[in-house]
């Protein structure tokens, strides 16, 4: 099974950096996405993580560390557009017949205030 | 191209009553799982259906059932409806479910039980 864990609620002030955790403990690992949603829309797909490191996209960037079951989201120069609810999740192990379950942490809302 | 699409938007429905939702995912992607969406549990997983096969199941009562179509659009069905099923109901698609590959949602189905 999957436990995943990230702050309920963030506040950052535009124009700033924010960093938004997740942890996990998982039987099994197959890479980890953030998810982007904002108030009543679908979630978008941000980033995606396979290997230890920092992937950078922009303004956002995504760190991993397997050993730790951890991994971060940075946003950078912070606009109000930001507001939204960031979703860390994780791919399990393979499940059989080509299928590998994504389950989501609860979600983090970011409010950016200027 | 086109995004995944869901049908209805919104809906009203009643206890015991059942209700059928669609998902036609983006072209070329042959699997396609759902979810639900609550304020408190987050985003849960329901099943994934690739080639007309039902390929992973969360862990949801047999009320919740789905199909997929030769052309891989989808459907999920729950019977017997209870005050717990209101909930924002989400597909998403991918090319074949492959561990690397982001899954791409639509905007939701919102159920409403009365």
């Known amino acids: 099974g999957q436990n995943i864990d990230q702050p309920t609620e963030m506040t950052a002030t535009e124009g700033a950096i924010v960093q938004i955790n997740c942890t996990y403990q998982?039987?099994?690992?197959?890479?980890l996405f953030w998810y982007q949603q904002h108030a009543g829309e679908a979630p978008t797909f941000l980033s995606y993580?396979?290997?230890?490191g920092l992937e950078e996209k922009g303004r956002f960037s995504s760190f991993l560390s397997r050993s730790k079951g951890y991994s971060y989201l940075l946003l950078k120069e912070l606009q109000m557009k930001d507001s939204a609810s960031y979703l860390c999740?994780?791919?399990?192990?393979?499940?059989?017949?080509?299928?590998?379950?994504?389950?989501f942490g609860k979600g983090t809302k970011l409010s950016v205030i200027p | 191209k086109a995004g995944v699409t869901q049908t209805p938007r919104y809906l009203i429905k009643t206890r015991g009553q059942q209700v059928t939702l669609s998902c036609s995912p983006i072209?070329?992607?042959?699997?396609v799982s759902w979810y639900q969406q609550t304020p408190g549990q987050g985003l849960q997983f329901l099943f994934e259906?690739?080639?007309?096969?039902?390929?992973n199941k969360g862990n949801f009562p047999g009320r919740f059932s789905g199909r997929q179509f030769s052309n891989s659009r989808s459907e999920m069905n729950v019977s017997t409806l209870e005050l717990g099923d209101s909930a924002l109901y989400l597909c998403?698609?991918?090319?074949?479910?492959?561990?690397?590959?982001?899954?791409?949602f639509g905007d939701g189905t919102r159920l409403s039980i009365l």
């Open positions: 259906y690739f080639s007309e096969t039902q390929r």
């Open positions: 998403a698609s991918s090319y074949t479910g492959g561990s690397n590959q982001p899954q791409h």
């Open positions: 999740a994780v791919r399990d192990e393979y499940s059989g017949a080509g299928s590998y379950q994504l389950t």
């Open positions: 072209s070329g992607h042959r699997s």
């Open positions: 993580n396979v290997l230890d």
């Open positions: 998982t039987s099994g690992f197959n890479g």
